[in-house]
């Protein structure tokens, strides 16, 4: 079973950093291809960043590419989101999700954490 919770989300000005993580207190000791997503208020979930199940392959939105890294740390089951040089659009709350392998879309949700941006 995998049971995603993510942490770090907090009020943060425009230009800081943040960094998210994700922890998977399951029983399984299986790694999965892993992502990050977001939702603003009156938005649609959307994407952000991706990563393979052995770290080595990332993907990025547009819109987060050069200010945001996805990494992680299979050994103690961490997922992490790097966010710096924030701003105001990016104020939503941030979701880890894992995909089952040979999966088409993402199996697992945490239940979010809200990072917001003053200007």
């Known amino acids: 079973q995998v049971t995603l919770v993510e942490s770090g989300g907090r009020l943060v000005q425009a230009g800081g950093s943040l960094r998210l993580s994700c922890t998977d207190s399951?029983?399984?000791?299986?790694?999965?291809?892993m992502g990050w997503f977001r939702q603003a208020p009156g938005k649609e979930r959307e994407f952000v960043a991706a990563?393979?199940?052995?770290?080595?392959?990332?993907d990025y939105a547009d819109s987060v590419k050069g200010r945001f890294t996805i990494s992680r740390d299979n050994f103690v089951k961490m997922v992490y989101l790097q966010m710096n040089n924030l701003k105001s659009e990016d104020t939503a709350v941030y979701y880890c999700?894992?995909?089952?392998?040979?999966?088409?879309?993402?199996?697992?949700w945490g239940q979010g954490t809200q990072v917001t941006v003053s200007s």
């Open positions: 399951g029983r399984t000791s299986t790694t999965y291809p």
């Open positions: 990563i393979s199940s052995g770290g080595g392959i990332t």
């Open positions: 999700a894992a995909r089952l392998m040979g999966s088409s879309d993402y199996d697992y």
